[in-house]
């Protein structure tokens, strides 16, 4: 017996990475999965997104564990095609239990330096494509008077970052969202609630760029971004956690033992959000 048996959960940016292990996470739960992950690379991201081998990866790997799934190749900005996803699996299925809300990117720049395309693409990801994807199964949820969505926001979303003020806003208001989105399903009995992830060791943090940034100058590793993951966090011995951590938070919010547990932003984040914190490098004058 699984904590999901019998529910069919809609899992977005399902194609690696986190949603890899959220889509395997219900499945090994006892849920059919419907991956949803984007057609297209956005310009403003430097690093490779998700690709329909990968996604069809994903796929396999639910099979394996005996489950049904859906694939969707879809932009989460796009309403039509993610209306088209979850019409596509309720026809196969009849149902949609949960929405794991994962997609998402993540870029880095001064505020005042950010063109107009690195802001639309990162709000349109990373906020409105939530609010799309939560739109879009909400009427069925409400007939159905039960569901569960999760939220991926971020420890960004609790917190500002330097360079992150695009990011920054968009998991902030992907919180204020979940809440709201909380608060007018409750009388449905539908449950939302959001996850907050430290830092997690995926294809978006596992590239030059990131190394860069963590070693302080160009030509970083990735033994620089390891080494930087442990003052991140607060528990011994962490640094970039496995997906999987985030996956089983997502279980636990969407299975009968969080039946009473709705409106929450949970932090996955091995304690950071409780380091006391230091300006190690002050300007004094």
Known sequence: MGLLDGKVAL?????????????????REGADVIALDTDKQLASVPYGMGTAEELAETAKAVEHLGRRVLTARADVRDQAAVDDAVACGLS??????????????WTRGAFWELSDDQWDEM??????????????VAPHMIERQTGSIVIIASANGLEPGANYAHYCSAKHGAIGLMKNIALELAPHGIRANAICPGAIETPMTDHQAVYD?????EGGTREDKLAGGYHFHALKGATFL???VIADAALYLNSPLASA???????????HMILTGLNMAPVTG
Not at 92 to 105: K, M, R, S
Not at 262 to 270: R, S
């Open 11 to 27: 899992v977005t940016g399902a194609a690696r990475g986190q949603g890899r292990a959220h889509a395997l996470t219900c499945a």
């Open 92 to 105: 196969e299925f009849g149902q949609i239990d949960i929405l794991i809300a994962n997609a998402g990117i």
């Open 123 to 136: 709000i349109g990801v990373n906020l409105t494509g939530v609010w799309r994807t939560a739109k879009a």
């Open 213 to 217: 940034m963590f070693a302080g100058h």
């Open 242 to 244: 496995d997906p999987q």
């Open 261 to 271: 547990v709705t409106g929450v932003a949970l932090p996955v984040d091995a304690g």
